[in-house]
Structure formats: structure tokens, C-alpha cells
Nanobody
Framework: QAQLVESGGGLVQAGGSLRLSCAAS????????MGWFRQAPGQEREFVAA????????NYAVSVKGRFTISRDSAKNMVYLQMNSLKPEDTAVYYC???????????????WGQGTQVTVSS
């Protein structure tokens, strides 16, 4: 059974950094694009970042570009999201996702993780 498990969330002050990890298991995800979404209370789940199967192409939401970096280690079936210069508006549950392309939306995701909470205090 394919599974994505996130870790690394927590509470951080504005301006701080966190690194999220996503461990993929149950199948090989090497042919999938991998990404991150987030959902704040009362809001829709939104795209954050994606990386292609080869790790050579990335895609970011405008709101995080220049502050967040997505990477992957296909040999270890791991995906990472380095988040720097965090802002209170980055507070959300962050979800790992696997899909067929780096242009991701909630409608074209094949696998979802269970989410990890990120809280940024002001």
C-alpha cells in the first residue's frame, strides 16, 4: 500500500526556518512528481511547491518563491521542503503529494500524506 508520511512540522517564530520531510513507501515514486500543499483553517488546500521525477525542474507558488526550497532523494524515496524566513501567514497543515506532473492542483494528485502542522508565531 502506497504511503506518504510527513514529519518536521512544529512551532517557530516569524523569520525562523523549518525543514519538512516526506517519506514515501509501499511503491516506488521515482516516476512521480512530488509536491507540497498546505491548508490553513477555513481555507482551501493550496499548492506550495513541486519537483519533477528527476529533480531537475521545480515549481513554486508565488507566495513562497525565494523562501522555500523543495528537493528530493529518489534513492531514499524522500522529499524535503526547506522553509526559511517564515511568516505567520505560512501557518497551515502541510501535505506531501505525488502526481504525474509538476503543475499540481488538488484535482490531479494520486497520493496524499496525512499532513503535518506548521505554526509560525509573530
Amino acid at each position: 500500500q502506497a504511503q506518504l508520511v510527513e514529519s518536521g512540522g512544529g512551532l517557530v517564530q516569524a523569520g525562523g526556518s523549518l525543514r519538512l520531510s516526506c517519506a514515501a513507501s509501499g511503491r516506488t515514486f521515482s516516476s512521480y512528481a512530488m509536491g507540497w500543499f498546505r491548508q490553513a483553517p477555513g481555507q482551501e488546500r493550496e499548492f506550495v511547491a513541486a519537483i519533477d521525477w528527476n529533480g531537475g525542474i521545480t515549481n513554486y507558488a508565488v507566495s513562497v518563491k525565494g523562501r522555500f526550497t523543495i528537493s528530493r532523494d529518489s534513492a531514499k524515496n524522500m522529499v524535503y521542503l526547506q522553509m526559511n524566513s517564515l511568516k505567520p501567514e505560512d501557518t497551515a497543515v502541510y501535505y506531501c503529494a505525488a502526481g504525474r506532473g509538476i503543475v499540481m492542483s488538488i484535482r490531479n494528485i494520486n497520493y496524499w500524506g496525512q499532513g503535518t502542522q506548521v505554526t509560525v508565531s509573530s
